[in-house]
Nanobody, 116 residues
Framework: QVQLVDSGGGLVQPGGALRLSCAASGRSIFSIDVMSWYRQAPGKQRELVASITSGGVTNYAGSVKGRFTISREGVKNTVYLQMNSLNPEDTAVYYC?????????WGQGTQVTVSS
């Protein structure tokens, strides 16, 4: 089973940037079928933001395409979400998810607030 720890959230002004980290333990991130970032804003359903497969194929929600980038680092066994040109609509709790062999594991979430 893989354990995930999310970090990197905070308060940022519109137009700013943040990088979220998802540190995994118990299994190499390169052996996990899909690593994803989701987010959940108050009163809304959790939605997929970005994902990366074990083969390195990435996918993005339309609302973040061109602004967010998902990447992986093997030495730290960590998945990142680089978020640029943030706007207030990006305010949410962001969660990392590992999906493999039909099972999911989630991080605890990290709050991102975009406000002036």
């Amino acid at each position: 089973q893989v354990q995930l720890v999310d970090s990197g959230g905070g308060l940022v002004q519109p137009g700013g940037a943040l990088r979220l980290s998802c540190a995994a333990s118990g299994r190499s991130i390169f052996s996990i079928d899909v690593m994803s970032w989701y987010r959940q804003a108050p009163g809304k359903q959790r939605e997929l933001v970005a994902s990366i497969t074990s083969g390195g194929v990435t996918n993005y929600a339309g609302s973040v395409k061109g602004r967010f980038t998902i990447s992986r680092e093997g030495v730290k066994n960590t998945v990142y979400l680089q978020m640029n040109s943030l706007n207030p609509e990006d305010t949410a709790v962001y969660y990392c998810r590992a999906f493999t062999s039909g099972s999911s594991n989630w991080g605890q979430g990290t709050q991102v607030t975009v406000s002036s």
